[in-house]
């Protein structure tokens, strides 16, 4: 809750209405935020912090590059500092707030435009504000046979977001930042530079080599503040003429870690594209309501969880992933998969062996693997209620001794704060790491609850940390603690090409703690 | 030819000897080059320049990152500039020499230690003077079954300076721009960052994640100036248990189009990794002479390239890939590959059409697909013989008419010169690009020849540029020019980046255009 506004750092009210009222000039008054109530969509977090330390001054929406460059004319001048969105739902990690309070939210949702998608290429140029409905709305109108990668949020999400914060989502192209394909950037000083064969004129393959000529930059403008993305390619996935979806079950810890390693091995093979696995209460978590498991104080027990799933023939681990391919593809690889995964005692199951006319446990990967945007997992944010939720998502090497190293260092942190332990494992392209998100779920409506969930996150990163785990992306509470732990080193340089690009520092001082 | 020594820009002589003797004392004095003799093999090129506009002053051969950074501190007091290889065999993008005059050679052929091999998840970790050769003979002895991916000269040339020059091989893992993980880099400071889990202390996956945390910024450190990368991890392909290789031939341009357009669908559906396409004399000039077909004046006719092909059952366009996984893979993807590659009229053929017991047209594919060094295409530059060669690289969208088109611009040009067309076109790892390179050959020992050969390499580039086509790499006398075709947007957001990282201009001036 915030009860009263903010100003940007160091500046007088004076100042920044004169700059408020220019905003308005260039993205019309209807698209500029000032008022604590019409605010309170852009102060919604669900991570642990006070709401204050991330209220925003305004917000300004602007819908082209050229109001872009006006606002950051102001910006500069005024040193007001800017925080971009798109879509601004980035749930666990920060939904539309700012690392820092009294920022001016660069809102991008009416950016909007689908600039262009090739059909024979699968490539796509978006706008900040295009959603995946939309552009799946757009591929389907058109009958393009081109499937989107999403994550779980997708739904309510956008490609340009969370590709730019190294969103995953879950096809063959779930690792969004190795497939995406050339930008548009607006730097602070108003510049626009098109990146890669965007700056060769005339090109017809900015959307279909990433790389251009000279030093790559575009992975300077992901999780950053060094410009604003305004125009995004990205790599669709074709659609096979068939697929399967199948899961592999564990009740022990050893045997799931095999399966690990048996997973790395089929994607070093290339008999696998997606793999995911997660503990029991990942899957039940967002279809069941906790208090039906369990009522008394903390995290619920162990074996309280394996009773639940073994009366419903649940199992403790499980893992799913999607064969694509035609017919016959699709039957050799599945048997390669199969043997694999039996050897490691997994209980294996394919989509046929449920009846295909209802949902089935595999219908939620189905849909994700295949371009359905589905968001049964947020399911899980009815499990405990409270509207509390924090994503912890350390990277490991895709080694089952590394998963199980993992959870070993989690599991008794979150129980120690009386917090269930939520865990998914999610393989990257090239089968060598997982991203193993945890979702520290609370209710944020109880104020001693909330200061435990932010303790329980400290000491995650702490832990890790010192184990020589860091996390692949944090929210917006934790972006310096995580920045320290990849070194000075990289801070400097981090601030050296801030210092270059972005002098003021006006563009979203403190995102991945760069200020 | 060079016949006296040159300076380093605006130094004089004393402050350059002062600066050498320091070197010496840095480095021992056997590893520091100012003698004319001794510079030779640093001022052999092959591109049609003259070797003055890139004769060195000095090479300088450090040991070590400590002796990096002193020779930095040298270079940074007395502004001279410093080019960084490592094998230094850049053939037909200039060799071990510089883009200008002057400049010292930082030639780290001595730090050529193999730091790490995971044998589980197949990645290496190596200084910048590993060979291809070296690493090969790492991986056989000791039986770690993991495949290097390599370009034509990877029988002499190492993974560090083709991966930062965008180098491209031939297996799953071809486009080696997608596939090293972590880097540590001496910025020209002298200080040494270490990216993306390199940061953490104590991780263990620097090697496994490409991404770590904020901006990644190794992409700054390809085909630029920006920093000396003095380790690159690299991602090994896992060895199949069966491999296949194929070949398709047409005889008419449309069909191999159509070729095109059908190994696109192929990788956009997965069920090919590797694709290269070459005309008639890409394939035969690597193993027959010239003059065996042609001793007329200009370019060889088509009409003798025809009756030549024919006569031997040579098609006038060829393709090669490899198919990897067990025998079951194979036989369902081939069975589609054929399938596919029959429609285009194209004339399909696999290693098992061919005896076992001696080496067939498909042996260098073979070869190269399956970790094997091989030089057989460095044959061709015994085809024209003169020692003259440039490689012109642009990148089309993986489309027949793209491709088309290309050949309808680059060949009138190589004609109109009195040059052959030799092409080979190599499919990027999404399957959405091809690298059209083109080599033009020509005799270096004739100076109206060489004067040609750089006319005609320049209408190459211009022509290419008013159509939208762009290199993904050019020659050290073409880098400026290929620069501009990128636009002033990207040139000023590079000289920004520079100014940040190496204020006194130091490192490598000119490279990628950038000053």
Redesign the interface.
């Known amino acids: 809750m915030i009860s009263a506004p903010v100003l940007p750092p160091c500046i007088t009210r004076e100042t920044f209405e004169q700059a408020v009222a220019e905003f308005r000039e260039i993205a019309g008054a209807e698209n500029v935020i000032v008022e604590l109530d019409r605010l309170a969509p852009y102060t919604k977090i669900m991570i642990p912090d006070e709401d204050a330390w991330h209220q925003p001054a305004c917000v300004v929406a602007p819908v082209s590059v050229v109001e872009i460059q006006a606002i950051l004319r102001i910006c500069n001048r005024d040193h007001i500092p800017l925080w971009t969105i798109s879509t601004g739902r980035n749930f666990g990690y920060g939904t539309a707030a700012a690392a820092t309070p009294g920022q001016t939210i660069l809102d991008l949702r009416r950016m909007n435009r689908i600039l262009e998608v090739d059909a024979?290429?699968?490539?796509a140029l978006v706008e900040p504000g295009v959603s995946y409905t939309a552009l799946h709305d757009y591929l389907e109108a058109r009958n393009i046979p081109f499937w989107l990668s999403f994550p779980s949020s997708g739904a309510l999400t956008g490609p340009v977001g969370n590709t730019l914060d190294?969103g995953i989502g879950y096809n063959?192209y779930g690792e969004h930042?190795?497939?995406f394909?050339g930008m548009e950037v607006v730097?602070a000083d108003g510049?626009?530079?098109?990146?890669g064969?965007g700056?060769?004129?005339?090109?017809?393959?900015w959307?279909?080599?990433?790389?251009?000529?000279?030093?790559?930059?575009?992975?300077?403008?992901?999780?950053?503040n060094?410009g604003i993305v305004t125009k995004l390619g990205l790599?669709l996935m074709?659609k096979?003429?068939a697929h399967k979806t199948f899961g592999v079950g564990w009740d022990d810890a050893e045997d799931m870690a095999a399966g690990i390693d048996a997973a790395?091995?089929l994607r070093?093979?290339?008999?696998i594209?997606t793999f995911c696995m997660g503990n029991a209460l990942s899957g039940i978590g967002s279809v069941i309501r906790r208090a039906g498991i369990w009522s008394g104080q903390g995290a619920i027990p162990d074996d309280v969880i394996a009773d639940f799933c073994r009366a419903r023939g649940v199992s403790l681990w499980g893992a799913t992933a999607t064969l694509?391919?035609?017919t016959?593809?699709i039957?050799?690889?599945l048997?390669?998969c199969r043997e694999a995964f039996l050897a490691t005692r997994g209980h294996f199951v394919t989509e046929d062996d449920f009846p295909v006319d209802r949902p089935s446990p595999l219908t939620p990967e189905i849909n994700r693997t295949t371009g359905q945007l589905d968001l049964s997992a947020f399911g899980i944010y009815n499990f405990r209620g409270g509207g509390g939720s924090a994503w912890f998502g350390p990277?490991?090497?895709?080694?089952g001794s590394?998963a199980l190293k993992s959870i070993a260092l989690a599991k008794p942190i979150f129980a120690a704060f009386g917090f269930d332990f939520i865990g998914s494992l999610t393989m990257?392209y090239?089968g060598?790491?997982i991203d193993h998100i945890m979702d520290l779920l609370f209710d944020r409506t109880d104020a001693a609850e909330t200061d435990r969930a932010h303790a329980c996150f400290t000491s995650l990163v702490e832990t890790f940390?010192?184990?020589?785990?860091?996390?692949?992306?944090?929210n917006i509470g934790f972006m310096t603690k995580?920045?320290e732990?990849?070194?000075p080193?990289?801070q400097?340089?981090?601030r050296?090409?801030k210092?270059?690009?972005d002098p003021n520092g006006i563009l979203a001082p403190g995102k991945?703690?760069?200020f």
Chains 1, 2 share one sequence.
Do not use: K
Not at 120 to 123: N, R
């Open positions: 024979e290429m699968g490539t190294r063959r930042m190795a497939h394909c730097l510049s626009v530079v098109r990146t064969m700056g060769v004129e005339g090109s017809n393959s959307q279909c080599y990433r790389w251009g000529y000279g030093p790559w930059t575009d992975g300077l403008f992901t999780q950053s060094f790599w074709a096979p003429p790395r091995r070093l093979q290339g008999t594209e694509y391919g035609t016959g593809q039957a050799v690889n048997a390669l990277v490991l090497p895709m080694r590394d990257g090239s060598r790491h940390a010192a184990a020589g785990y860091a996390p692949y992306r944090t995580v920045a732990i990849y070194g080193a990289q400097g340089l981090n050296r090409l210092r270059a690009l991945s703690g760069i």
